[in-house]
């Protein structure tokens, strides 16, 4: 089991961002899937998961209505559409699949 994050910049507050994560070993239709993310000197927080199976999707309130996951099951690929993002969002982001952590990849939101 394998996940590949990636995506990850520095954007302007106001501004968009899209992140990857790429699954290998198994099929992202029979798991759910979940970013999260660390900013400096803050713990760990889920942010947004899917599960393809049953259709549902979470979103922390502070990204609600900003954020937007969704699955390419071709790809095998989840997906983090970032819009109009916040310095607040800046932090490490991970997907996980259960005990298994992608490697971060960081996004920076300049004010």
């Known amino acids: 089991v394998q996940l590949q994050a990636s995506g990850g910049g520095l954007v302007q507050a106001g501004g968009s961002l899209r992140l990857s994560c790429a699954a290998s070993?198994?099929?992202?239709?029979?798991?759910?899937i979940g970013w999260f993310r660390q900013a400096p000197g803050k713990e760990r927080e889920g942010v947004s998961a899917?599960?393809?199976?049953?259709?549902?999707?979470y979103y922390a309130d502070s990204v609600k209505g900003r954020f937007t996951i969704s699955v390419d099951n071709s790809r095998n690929t989840v997906y983090l559409q970032m819009n109009e993002v916040k310095p607040e969002d800046t932090a490490v982001y991970y997907c996980?699949?259960?005990?298994?952590w992608g490697q971060g990849t960081l996004v920076t939101v300049s004010s």
């Open positions: 996980r699949r259960g005990s298994f």
């Open positions: 070993g198994f099929s992202i239709d029979d798991f759910a």
């Open positions: 899917i599960s393809y199976r049953t259709g549902t999707t």
